[in-house]
C-alpha cells in the first residue's frame, strides 16, 4: 500500500511544478546562504589561527561551504526538472533521471543535517584546541626577538583587550610563566637574582599580569604587579575587593563566543534542511504524479502521487535485500561437485601445424 498517496488533476500537477520551479530558485539562495555561513566560519576561526591547535576545528566551516556549493549546482538542476515537468511530454526527457536526482537530494539534504549537528559537537573539539593554543601563546608571549614567535605579544594583548579576559583559564596562569624577557631584566638587581634562584628552572616568575589584562572600567589604576601582595597596595585585599583586572579566562572567553556563533548557524542549517526536505517531498508528488500520468496514457486525467509505492516496512525490506545482493552477480559458484565454467570451452588450437606455411619470395 503506498504511503501518503495524493490524488492530483491537470491543474493541480502544473501548479505543483510552478511552485516546486520557484522553491528550487529559493534554494539555491539556501545554497548560498550556507555557503556564506561555512565561509564566515572560516574567516572567524583563522582569525585567532595563533591561538588555537592545530585539529579538526575547520571541519564544520568545511562541510558547510561544501554543502551550500552542491545545493547551488542541484537545486539549479531542479528548478529545470519542475519546469519541465508542467509538460508531459517534456517529462518523458526527465523521466529515468528524477528517481535518481530524488535519491541524491535526499543524501545532500542529509548532510545538511550532519553540518547542522556538528554545529552543536564541535564545543569539545573546539575548547580542547583552544586550550593547548593559548597554553602555549601565553608561553612564548616574552619571544619578541624570536622569528615565528615575535608576533605573540601583541595577538595575545589585542585577544585580551577584545574579549576582556586574561590568562587561560584565568589571570593566574601568567603567575606560573615568565613573560618578561630576559633582556630587559636587570641582572644587577638583588630582587632579580632572588627571583631567579628561588625557582628550580631558572624562571623569572612574579605575581603579575600584562598591562592588557587591566579592566580600564575600574575607578581604580590598574594593579597588575603584586596582586596577591597586600602590604604593596593602600586599602587593598585581593581575596576579598573585586580586583581591577579581567578574571575570565580567554579560553572561555572565546569558546563562548565561537559557541554563539555556531548555535546561530546550526539553527539557520536546520531551518534549512527542513525547507529542502519540503522541497524534496514535492519533488517526488510531482515524480510520481507525472509517471502514473504516462502509464495511464491520459495526459489531462487524474493520477495518484505518494512518497513510498510500498509500506515503510516492504520498502526498508527491498533496499537492504537490493544491498545485500550487490556483489553476488559477479561471484563465482563455488558449490560442491561444479566445475569453473570454463573449463568446458573448447580451447581453439592455435599451433603451428594449422597454420599454413607459405613460400617466402627470395630476394632477387
Known amino acids: 500500500m503506498a504511503v501518503l498517496k495524493v490524488k492530483f488533476t491537470k491543474t493541480k500537477r502544473d501548479k505543483l511544478a510552478q511552485i516546486l520551479w520557484i522553491l528550487n530558485w529559493v534554494s539555491v539562495l539556501s545554497g548560498i546562504i550556507l555557503f556564506s555561513l561555512g565561509l564566515f566560519l572560516k574567516i572567524e576561526i583563522k582569525k585567532r589561527n ?50 535518481p536526482y530524488i535519491v541524491c537530494t535526499f543524501c545532500f539534504t542529509f548532510c545538511i543535517l550532519v553540518g547542522a549537528l556538528m554545529c552543536y559537537t564541535m564545543r569539545n573539539e573546539l575548547e580542547e584546541s583552544l586550550y593547548l593554543g593559548l597554553r602555549d601563546a601565553i608561553k612564548f608571549y616574552k619571544d619578541t626577538d624570536i622569528p615565528g614567535r615575535c608576533f605573540l605579544k601583541k595577538t595575545v594583548d589585542m585577544l585580551q583587550i577584545r574579549f576582556q579576559c586574561c590568562g587561560n583559564n584565568g589571570f593566574r596562569d601568567w603567575f606560573e610563566i615568565q613573560w618578561v624577557s630576559a633582556r630587559y631584566l636587570n641582572m644587577a638587581s638583588k630582587e632579580v637574582l632572588d627571583r631567579l634562584k628561588s625557582n628550580v628552572d631558572g624562571k623569572f616568575l612574579v605575581d603579575g599580569v600584562p598591562f592588557s589584562c587591566c579592566n580600564p572600567s575600574s575607578p581604580r589604576p590598574c594593579i597588575q604587579y603584586q596582586l596577591t601582595n597586600n602590604s604593596a597596595h593602600y586599602n587593598y585585599d585581593f581575596l576579598t575587593e573585586e580586583l581591577n583586572i ?38 517526488r508528488y510531482l515524480q510520481t504524479a507525472m509517471k502514473n500520468v504516462l502509464l495511464l496514457g491520459d495526459l489531462e486525467g487524474e493520477s495518484d502521487g505518494w512518497l513510498l509505492e510500498n509500506s515503510f516496512v516492504e ?35 592455435c599451433g603451428k601445424n594449422n597454420i599454413t606455411t607459405k613460400s617466402i619470395p627470395a630476394a632477387s
Open 315 to 349: 520498502t526498508a525490506k527491498y533496499n537492504i535485500s537490493i544491498i545485500k545482493n550487490l556483489g553476488k552477480a559477479n561471484q563465482i559458484s563455488t558449490v560442491s561437485g561444479m566445475n569453473d565454467p570454463n573449463i568446458d570451452v573448447q580451447n581453439t588450437n
Open 50 to 99: 595563533e591561538v588555537m591547535a592545530k585539529g579538526d576545528v575547520n571541519s564544520v566551516p568545511n562541510m558547510l561551504i561544501s554543502v551550500g556549493v552542491i545545493a547551488c549546482i542541484i537545486n539549479f538542476l531542479g528548478g529545470k526538472i519542475c519546469y519541465d515537468c508542467s509538460d508531459a511530454n517534456k517529462f518523458s526527457r526527465w523521466k529515468l533521471v528524477m528517481l
Open 246 to 283: 579581567w578574571v575570565k579566562g580567554c579560553r572561555e572567553a572565546l569558546l563562548d563566543y565561537y559557541t554563539a556563533i555556531m548555535r546561530s548557524i546550526g539553527i539557520a542549517a536546520l531551518l534549512i534542511w527542513l525547507f529542502e526536505l519540503s522541497v524534496l517531498i514535492g519533488v
